[in-house]
């Protein structure tokens, strides 16, 4: 080959130049992390809503309990007080 073709193919790069190539992968990576972060925040935020709900609701069954508990308390042991007069 001539100087001039040898010159010429050697100036060619065939993947680019690797300035371009790396700012690429930069980019690339920098999206890479985003979208990582996107479904993380995604996944946690779901989970602890979940497990926000469910602790909710674990408090006012709770209380739900609490307060029929108190209320039956008095009413069975009136019942209960009728109940053994009467045999």
Known sequence: MD???????EDDDFF??????????NTNSVLDLDREWQARYKQ?????????????????????????FKESVLIGYNFGKVRGITR
């Open 16 to 25: 680019g130049d690797d300035e371009t190539h790396q700012d690429n992968l």
């Open 3 to 9: 100087s001039t073709c040898q010159g010429s193919i």
């Open 44 to 68: 946690f935020h779901t989970v602890g809503y979940r497990e926000g709900l469910l602790a909710g609701k674990e408090i006012a069954a709770q209380l739900g309990f609490n307060n029929g």
